[in-house]
């Protein structure tokens, strides 16, 4: 007769040792963690600088679109690019409220098309067709080309209120706004510095960005 296998387990014999986690085990476990861990690192360092990752989508095609500077977001530079740009006057005007000399100043009598912008940002202020002749000796008009982009305030500094008008990225100071214009064009009057101004022709619209202003000029 055959024997019967058995089918217990075979109990350990005193030549078979146990297996134990060594210290060199210990040692390629933690280095194979530490490897593992540096491949993920390094593929979120090689990621694109700028570049949106949508957890929710499933191929390239369905993410979001990379952000790009929008150029209407306009930027005051620091001090040092201030003074390094600006005149002295431009300087004086926009960052320390001063105020040029009348019939003395670049705008003053410009009868040319086109848009007035604020000469540190660049964000539209005022278009030519709302300038006129105030007789003042400074740039006035009867409104502004992009209201949002001014800011008033009072100012007290000749000892009675005034209504101070700003760009509003910039901070630049750039007039006053008084009630004694025309009253066909709504009474008001933005007596503003020449200094705090840069001047784009209508015929350069397009070159520097302004192409939303072209149509102003047809």
């Known amino acids: 007769m055959k024997k019967r ?39 979120v360092i090689l990621k694109k600088p ?17 952000v790009t500077e929008d150029k209407n977001e306009y930027q005051k530079p620091d001090k040092a690019t201030l003074k390094a740009h600006l005149s002295s006057l431009q300087y004086q005007v926009t960052q ?24 540190v940002s660049g964000e539209p202020l005022y278009s030519s067709l709302d300038k006129y002749d105030s007789k003042t000796g400074w740039p006035s008009f009867t409104q502004a080309l992009e209201p949002n982009n001014l800011v008033t305030v009072t100012d007290n500094l000749l000892g009675y209120a005034r209504v101070e008008v700003r760009s509003k990225y910039a901070d630049s100071h750039l007039g006053h706004i008084f009630e004694d214009g025309p009253e066909d064009k709504g009474g008001l ?17 397009l070159s520097k960005g302004y192409d939303q202003y072209v149509s102003l000029f047809e």
């Not at 019939?103 to 912008?117: A, F, L, M, R, S």
């Not at 009057?189 to 619209?205: D, G, T, V, W, Y």
């Open 96 to 119: 320390l409220e001063g105020t040029e000399t009348p019939y003395q100043n670049e705008y003053w009598d410009n009868k040319q098309e086109g848009i007035y912008v604020d000469i």
């Open 5 to 43: 296998s058995s089918l217990k387990s075979k109990q350990p014999t005193s030549s078979t040792k146990p297996k134990t986690i060594t210290s060199n085990m210990l040692r390629n476990i933690l280095v194979g963690t530490v490897l593992i861990g540096m491949v993920l690192v390094g593929l």
């Open 50 to 66: 700028g570049e949106k990752t949508n957890l929710n989508s499933t191929s390239t095609s369905e993410q979001l679109p990379k």
């Open 189 to 205: 009057r933005h007596c503003i510095n020449s200094a705090a101004l840069e001047f784009i022709p209508k015929e350069e619209l």
